[in-house]
Nanobody
Framework: QVQLVESGGGLVQAGGSLRLSCVASGRTFNTYVMGWFRQAPGNEREFVGRISRSGGVTAYADSVKDRFTISRDNAKNTVYLQMNSLKREDTATYYC????????????????WGQGTQVTVSS
C-alpha cells in the first residue's frame, strides 16, 4: 500500500513553468514505477509520462515530450514533473500514480493514485 500526495499546481501564463511534486508514503517507494496523468473538464484522464523504479528510464506522451521532464528522488520518496513552455491545452488536474509492474500508457495499469493538483495556464 502506498499513499500519494501531489503539490505545486497553480496559475501560470502561457510560456511559463511549474514543478509538481508527489510524495509517497511507506518504505517501498523504489519498487514502484511512477506515472503522471492529467484530466481536463469533460476529458478522459490521459497519460503524461512515467519513470522507472530507479529513475533511469522515462517515457512521455507526444504532446509533452519536448517540454516536460519527470525525475525522482527515492531517498525523499518523491517524484517530480517539471513543466516548461506551458500551453493553454496543458490546463488540467494533474495526478501521480504508482504501480509495481507497468509498461504502457493506460490509467488502468496503475493501482495507487494521489488526489490531484490543479494547473491552469492562461494566455
Amino acid at each position: 500500500q502506498v499513499q500519494l500526495v501531489e503539490s505545486g499546481g497553480g496559475l501560470v501564463q502561457a510560456g511559463g513553468s511549474l514543478r509538481l511534486s508527489c510524495v509517497a508514503s511507506g518504505r517501498t517507494f523504489n519498487t514502484y514505477v511512477m506515472g503522471w496523468f492529467r484530466q481536463a473538464p469533460g476529458n478522459e484522464r490521459e497519460f503524461v509520462g512515467r519513470i522507472s523504479r530507479s529513475g533511469g528510464v522515462t517515457a512521455y506522451a507526444d504532446s509533452v515530450k519536448d517540454r516536460f521532464t519527470i525525475s525522482r528522488d527515492n531517498a525523499k520518496n518523491t517524484v517530480y514533473l517539471q513543466m516548461n513552455s506551458l500551453k493553454r491545452e496543458d490546463t488540467a488536474t494533474y495526478y501521480c500514480a504508482a504501480e509495481r509492474y507497468v509498461s504502457g500508457v493506460a490509467k488502468e495499469e496503475y493501482q495507487y493514485w494521489g488526489q490531484g493538483t490543479q494547473v491552469t495556464v492562461s494566455s
